[in-house]
């Protein structure tokens, strides 16, 4: 028995240094590939932020978006509560950029149990122009993005563009452990899903769609009772018979996680929601978790004469692999020693994935929620 435990564990281990080199290939063949050809044209855009809450990267966030190198766009920013803390962030952003179009929309009003889609539709409906981005509210930009992401949206047969992105709060404990789990392992998972299989998925940090393909799949009613909105959004667009495009282009976040049992509760809402979606591939990552595999074989094979070897072998390619994944094609702002955390992130993502298989309940803000079949989701209580 302990002779086919230590033959599983090898296996698990050079699955997941292949799976390490393989994803830095794969991120290869998305970032260094040739850029878009400059816009002959500049469409006007809508920019759509749903808001909940007032985090303190919040007016940095949106101010980016306020300093975009593009001739004409709106930004149009919502909240579901008149009393929302995020009123005020906009009103100072409305002040302090007088020269751009943003607007404030205040709507009550929910079509479904996802309040961000009630307050997209709500902003949809109000959106001047024809191309509209989404992207949430912890996302910050650079002055080029438009004009990096609209141009592959201009193709006929492109319904949607979607984008990677990276994390880069250094503080608190629990917000930098968050980005180191976002940008050494569920990013590079996105390039390499890319190059295994038809893009049929979005992400929140970046949705860029055209209105009568959002109108094909019934605009954001159709959205209104999943949880993974992004997900779902790129399912339908492509499903209806457009390409959904991951461009080269890399956006960045800033968890806002101030505890540990805020982090595993964050995680564990992202865990189930994957493990709804894509339950296949979702199970296949029991793999790619090669540190976990290799403190069980220094912890239970330590006196054999390979294992151990081939574990550290492991250890060290995780942490050359995530730095370089981190600070070479993800550019992150990280400091460069807490890539030595990524051990730790691994191990608490190992057991959030655990964990996502022992319940089917997710807390979203002030709200519980069950998720049921397809992806849908019913508030308890």
Same mark, same amino acid.
């Given at each position: 028995?302990?002779? *086919?435990?230590?033959?599983?564990?090898?296996?698990?281990?050079?699955?997941?240094?292949?799976?390490?080199?393989?994803?830095?290939?794969?991120?290869?063949?998305?970032?260094?590939?040739?850029?878009?050809?400059?816009?002959?044209?500049?469409?006007?855009?809508?920019?759509?932020?749903?808001?909940?809450?007032?985090?303190?990267?919040?007016?940095?966030?949106?101010?980016?978006?306020?300093?975009?190198?593009?001739?004409?766009?709106?930004?149009?920013?919502?909240?579901?509560?008149?009393?929302?803390?995020?009123?005020?962030? %906009?009103?100072?952003?409305?002040?302090?950029?007088?020269?751009?179009?943003?607007?404030?929309?205040?709507?009550?009003? %929910?079509?479904?149990?996802?309040?961000?889609?009630?307050?997209?539709?709500?902003?949809?409906?109000?959106?001047?122009?024809?191309?509209?981005?989404?992207?949430?509210?912890?996302?910050?930009?650079?002055?080029?993005?438009?004009?990096?992401?609209?141009?592959?949206?201009?193709?006929?047969?492109?319904?949607?563009?979607?984008?990677?992105?990276?994390?880069?709060?250094?503080?608190?404990?629990?917000?930098?452990?968050?980005?180191?789990?976002?940008?050494?392992?569920?990013?590079?998972?996105?390039?390499?899903?890319?190059?295994?299989?038809?893009?049929?998925?979005? *992400?929140? =940090?970046?949705?860029?769609?055209?209105?009568?393909?959002?109108?094909?799949?019934?605009?954001?009613? /159709?959205?209104?009772?999943?949880?993974?909105?992004?997900?779902?959004?790129?399912?339908?667009?492509?499903?209806?018979?457009?390409?959904?495009?991951?461009?080269?282009?890399?956006?960045?976040?800033?968890?806002?996680?101030?505890?540990?049992?805020?982090?595993?509760?964050?995680?564990?809402?992202?865990?189930?929601?994957?493990?709804?979606?894509?339950?296949?591939?979702?199970?296949?990552?029991?793999?790619?978790?090669?540190?976990?595999?290799?403190?069980?074989?220094?912890? *239970?094979?330590?006196?054999? =004469?390979?294992?151990?070897?081939?574990?550290?072998?492991?250890?060290?390619?995780?942490?050359?692999?995530?730095?370089?994944?981190?600070?070479?094609?993800?550019?992150?702002?990280?400091?460069?020693?807490?890539?030595?955390?990524?051990?730790? /992130?691994?191990?608490?993502?190992?057991?959030?994935?655990?964990?996502?298989?022992?319940?089917?309940?997710?807390?979203?803000?002030?709200?519980? *929620?069950?998720?049921?079949?397809?992806?849908?989701?019913?508030?308890?209580?």
């Amino acid at each position: 028995m302990a002779f *086919f435990f230590s033959l599983l564990i090898a296996g698990l281990l050079l699955a997941a240094c292949a799976y390490y080199l393989f994803s830095l290939y794969a991120a290869w063949c998305l970032l260094h590939r040739a850029s878009s050809p400059p816009l002959e044209t500049t469409p006007p855009v809508s920019l759509l932020k749903p808001l909940k809450g007032a985090p303190p990267d919040l007016y940095a966030n949106l101010a980016t978006f306020c300093q975009l190198k593009y001739p004409v766009f709106q930004l149009l920013c919502g909240v579901k509560d008149p009393h929302d803390p995020a009123v005020t962030v %906009v009103q100072r952003l409305q002040q302090d950029f007088p020269d751009r179009d943003i607007a404030l929309l205040v709507t009550p009003e %929910v079509i479904g149990p996802n309040y961000k889609v009630s307050t997209l539709h709500h902003l949809f409906r109000a959106a001047k122009y024809d191309l509209c981005v989404i992207t949430d509210s912890d996302i910050r930009v650079e002055p080029h993005y438009l004009r990096a992401i609209i141009p592959p949206l201009l193709a006929a047969e492109v319904g949607l563009v979607t984008c990677p992105y990276r994390a880069s709060a250094s503080h608190p404990f629990p917000a930098l452990l968050e980005s180191l789990i976002i940008t050494t392992s569920f990013t590079p998972s996105i390039f390499v899903a890319r190059l295994l299989e038809p893009t049929t998925y979005a *992400f929140g =940090a970046t949705l860029a769609v055209k209105r009568h393909c959002l109108t094909a799949i019934g605009g954001f009613t /159709a959205l209104a009772d999943y949880l993974a909105d992004d997900y779902y959004l790129g399912y339908l667009v492509a499903h209806s018979g457009y390409r959904v495009c991951i461009v080269p282009h890399v956006v960045e976040t800033r968890p806002d996680v101030g505890t540990l049992s805020g982090l595993l509760s964050h995680q564990l809402r992202w865990a189930r929601t994957q493990r709804t979606c894509r339950p296949a591939g979702y199970c296949g990552t029991f793999v790619t978790h090669g540190t976990v595999w290799a403190l069980c074989g220094l912890s *239970f094979f330590w006196s054999t =004469a390979v294992l151990p070897l081939l574990a550290v072998v492991t250890l060290w390619l995780r942490l050359v692999t995530a730095t370089v994944m981190g600070k070479v094609f993800l550019r992150s702002a990280l400091p460069l020693r807490s890539f030595l955390l990524v051990p730790i /992130a691994d191990v608490i993502s190992f057991l959030v994935w655990c964990l996502s298989f022992c319940g089917n309940t997710v807390r979203w803000h002030e709200h519980t *929620f069950r998720i049921v079949e397809n992806g849908k989701m019913v508030r308890i209580g």
